[in-house]
């Protein structure tokens, strides 16, 4: 599980994309990666809001979180 965070964490770090596409990219289920974002959030400020998805190019609900300062 460890992994699955640190790849989800590396594909969303300043870099907004839609659940599907950071399921694609992180060989996992929506749902698996519905389930490392829930953990990550417990960790780093996950940001959630309607934008364009910077893998897809949809205007649709996009997640990421910002790099430390």
């Not at 289920?29 to 910077?54: F, M, N, P, Y």
Request: hydrophobic share 40%; glycine share 6%; charged share 15%.
């Amino acid at each position: 599980m460890p992994e699955r965070a640190a790849l989800v964490t590396a594909l969303i770090l300043g870099r907004p994309l839609c659940l599907p596409c950071i399921a694609t990219n992180g060989t996992m289920s929506i749902q698996r990666a519905d389930t490392t974002l829930e953990i990550i959030q417990t960790v780093l400020v996950l940001h959630r809001q309607t934008g364009r998805c910077q893998a897809c190019g949809l205007d649709t609900e996009v997640l990421w979180v910002s790099r430390p300062s």
